[in-house]
């Protein structure tokens, strides 16, 4: 790893910046994890585990779930 400061998974600094922008857009659009978790065709549990850190999205996942919110995916990875 070129820099020993970053952690991985679920840890890394980036991914949960990422994560935070999912759920501050969730919040600000005033979507319960349940109404999100329709959209994608989900059960509200992804939402949750995923918003909490016990499960991680895969670049899938993490599209839909951007997409869903009105949110642009390669916009927020730019940032990283």
Not at 11 to 21: F, Q, S, V
Not at 47 to 60: A, H, Q, T
Not at 61 to 76: N, Q, R, T
């Amino acid at each position: 790893m070129a820099d020993g400061m970053r952690g991985k998974g679920f840890h890394d600094a980036r991914y949960r910046a990422l994560i935070e922008k999912l759920v501050e857009a969730r919040k600000i659009q005033a979507l319960s994890q349940d109404s999100l978790a329709s959209l994608l065709n989900r059960h509200q549990q992804f939402v949750s585990r995923y918003e909490i850190g016990e499960r991680r999205l895969d670049i899938v996942e993490f599209v839909d779930v951007a997409k869903a919110l009105g949110l642009d995916a390669s916009e927020l990875i730019k940032v990283l």
